[in-house]
């Protein structure tokens, strides 16, 4: 006798249109419909394209000083390092990520303090850039080999980011890891909850209709929960994104990259 189980799935009513996977080392690539991820593989049509074109331009951009290129030559130069944000700074004990070390070099180029931080659109092109050219490796964050001071430090704020992680937050009352643990391939609105790694980053999300970093993304979480957003550069948001990033150890980096 065939077993009822096969017969009862066979007439479930409306059986869901896409099975998404549900394992916890997969990019957020994967939980993009098809025709996404078709666009997000086809240079000639992503938007992310126009981007890299803008960062190639900056980086070697020399109108108001010395342009990133003559300090650090080719931009295949720095594939390492990008995957060894964020880094303690020593100095002042805190956190920095890529975007935070473009804008302190983007000074040195001669160019004024960015207004809108983070999400300004060089600062962006040029992450998407660095991070094109780190595509493939693993992240590689470390603890500096400066002192073991400055190593509890940086345990420290490690220890605080996976604190975060689980903690619940906001209006909703749920912690990262209820969605991005517990709930992967959920449908949440018009998404699809992934892992929740740090892999794809920066973004080209269609429903921003620009490129995004890493800390954009989070604060929307935040506010996905309806919690009070931190700030841009938040030392919080720092402590997240080297928890994620010693979380996603063993999935390569594959941003920049489209979202819904
Ligand atoms: C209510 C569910 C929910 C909670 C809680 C939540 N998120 Fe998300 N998050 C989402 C959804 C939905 C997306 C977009 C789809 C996806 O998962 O990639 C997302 C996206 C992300 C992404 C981008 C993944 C990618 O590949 O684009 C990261 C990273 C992330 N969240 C981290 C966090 C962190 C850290 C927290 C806790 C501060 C958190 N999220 C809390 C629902 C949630
Ligand atoms: C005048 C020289 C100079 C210019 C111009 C410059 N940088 Fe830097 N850059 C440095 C120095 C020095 C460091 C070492 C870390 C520090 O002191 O911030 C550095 C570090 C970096 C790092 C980390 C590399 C590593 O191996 O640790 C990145 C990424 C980077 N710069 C990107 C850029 C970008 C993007 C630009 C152009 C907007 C740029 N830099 C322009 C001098 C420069």
């Given at each position: 006798m065939a077993p009822l189980r096969v017969g009862a799935q066979a007439i479930?009513?409306?059986?869901?249109a896409v099975t998404w996977p549900t394992t916890a080392n997969l990019s957020g690539l994967d939980f993009l419909p098809p025709g996404l991820q078709a666009l997000n593989n086809d240079p000639g049509s992503n938007p992310v394209t126009l981007w890299l074109e803008r960062g190639q331009q900056a980086w070697s951009d020399a109108s108001t000083g010395p342009s990133c290129a003559s300090c650090h030559g080719p931009v295949q130069a720095l594939r390492q390092a990008?995957?060894?944000?964020?880094?303690?700074?020593?100095?002042?004990q805190r956190l920095i990520n890529l975007e935070d070390q473009i804008q302190t070099c983007r000074q040195r180029s001669g160019k004024a303090a960015a207004t809108d931080g983070l999400e300004n659109e060089e600062v962006l092109a040029l992450s998407a850039l660095l991070h094109q050219t780190a595509k493939g490796l693993a992240w590689d964050v470390k603890a500096p080999s400066t002192t073991p001071a400055d190593q509890a430090v940086w345990q420290a704020h490690l220890q605080q980011g996976a604190n975060m992680f689980a903690q619940r937050l906001g209006r909703?009352?749920?912690?990262?890891l209820h969605c991005?643990?517990?709930?992967?391939?959920r449908q949440l609105r018009a998404e699809v909850i992934s892992p929740?790694?740090?892999?794809?980053?920066p973004v080209y999300r269609m429903s921003w209709q620009r490129l995004g970093s890493l800390d954009r993304r989070l604060r929307a979480c935040y506010s996905g929960v309806q919690a009070s957003m931190p700030p841009p550069g938040d030392p919080v948001l720092r402590e997240l994104e080297l928890y994620l990033k010693v979380r996603a150890s063993g999935i390569p980096l594959d941003g920049p990259s489209l979202r819904r």
């Open positions: 479930a009513p409306n059986p869901p990008v995957v060894g944000f964020p880094r303690l700074r020593v100095p002042d909703m009352n749920l912690a990262c991005h643990v517990q709930n992967i391939g929740g790694h740090p892999t794809g980053f």
